[in-house]
């Protein structure tokens, strides 16, 4: 059967959001175990949603609760906000002279039920891609294209280049002649308890010269390194941001999208959202998130999130924003992304957070090209 969750975007006010950095009486951000990161409590649940004030003028509702921020080891946008999802300064990923092996996988369909049936059989000669233990945590998502809806991951094998998944995924409802129109992807990856999984390459595999008609069709294809350019725009965003030095205060807004691509065969159904997460240095300390748009890929959100940032830490600042199809049937897709700040990876976001910085109490809003997550 077809696995598939329902994720729903978290319940939203219209109030504004702060987050609070605090700093020792020299000025430098609190170790672990001796500073507080300060957050709404309507964030934590503490305070009902209906005590927030509505409409864009409204004050910012501040109920702080102490929690403690560990700065530990965790993803950071430099890791975690690469094109292609994998880390760029993990030692294991594999590199352009690597081989990385070969996935063998069969095609079958089912004309009575009008469902394509594939089974993910093995895995041979991965890669290393753990150093620690000289082996990998295998596993394989799939998805159908170009609609992306039929999404599936087989189960991790610990310790092992040669995995044996042996597992059968059935998708109903695909009528056989469609079938010359699609295209399997394969996306072999290695389980990482600690950061981002690790991706080691992908198969793709048109179905116009597969012919499952008279049986199963076995294959077997070769893992190639993932291409990260895509022939599709992910649309762009647009964003406003403004700092106050007097209050230590970054104010973040975003406006609206524009020309986001069809995330399903139907074309008009996309549901996008933008969730926003803010970073100090390699630790998340804010996530936040728009109300979702429905049934629209040009959305206008208009929505305002509120940081009190020390001028001090503005250079290990980080914005991320994720545009987000929510799906209802399906788990949630990332559109594309945009980064702001210190981790920025294009000329367009530095000379953005440039200018912000520069020219305080001025809100800076410019449109940004969207990149794949």
């Not at 039929?150 to 995924?169: C, G, I, N």
């Not at 179905?207 to 762009?236: F, M, W, Y």
């Not at 996008?272 to 890929?297: D, E, F, M, Q, S």
């Amino acid at each position: 059967m077809l696995k598939g969750i329902s994720i729903y975007p978290e319940t939203l006010s219209n109030k504004k959001k702060i987050i609070r950095i605090r700093r020792d009486k020299n000025g430098a951000p609190k170790e672990a175990g001796r500073g507080n990161l300060l957050v709404d409590a309507a964030e934590s649940g503490l305070i009902g949603s209906d005590k927030a004030p509505d409409g864009p003028n409204a004050a910012p509702h501040v109920d702080q609760l102490p929690i403690k921020v560990d700065y530990g080891d965790e993803l950071s946008p430099d890791q975690s906000l690469t094109p292609g999802g994998s880390k760029t300064s993990s030692p294991s990923s594999p590199g352009d002279d690597v081989l990385l092996g070969e996935l063998t996988f069969s095609v079958d369909y089912n004309f009575p039920k009008k469902a394509l049936v594939v089974t993910i059989q093995e895995a041979h000669g991965l890669p290393v891609m753990d150093e620690h233990t000289q082996s990998s945590d295998p596993y394989i998502k799939m998805t159908i294209l170009p609609d992306k809806r039929h999404r599936v991951k087989t189960r991790v094998l610990r310790k092992t280049l040669e995995p044996v998944f042996d597992e059968t995924f059935t998708f109903y409802g695909i009528p056989y002649s469609q079938l010359q129109d699609l295209v399997l992807h394969f996306l072999v990856l290695s389980f990482d308890r600690f950061s981002r999984d690790d991706v080691i390459g992908e198969v793709m595999v048109p179905l116009a010269g597969v012919d499952p008609s008279t049986g199963k069709v076995h294959l077997t294809r070769e893992i190639l390194k993932r291409n990260i350019q895509k022939c599709i725009s992910r649309g762009e965003l647009q964003v406003s941001l403004s700092y106050q030095p007097v209050a230590q205060r970054m104010t973040v807004v975003v406006l609206k999208a524009r020309h986001l691509p069809k995330m399903d065969i139907t074309g008009l159904s996309g549901n996008p959202y933008v969730k926003v997460n803010v970073y100090y240095g390699r630790k998340r300390i804010a996530k936040k998130k728009t109300h979702v748009k429905k049934c629209t890929l040009n959305p206008v959100f208009n929505e305002s999130f509120i940081y009190d940032i020390p001028v001090d830490l503005l250079p290990d600042i980080s914005i991320e924003f994720l545009v987000i199809d929510f799906d209802r049937t399906t788990k949630n897709e990332v559109v594309g992304r945009l980064i702001l700040g210190a981790h920025s990876v294009t000329a367009a976001g530095v000379e953005h957070w440039r200018e912000v910085c520069d020219n305080p109490r001025k809100p800076i809003a410019k449109w940004h090209s969207l990149s794949e997550y």
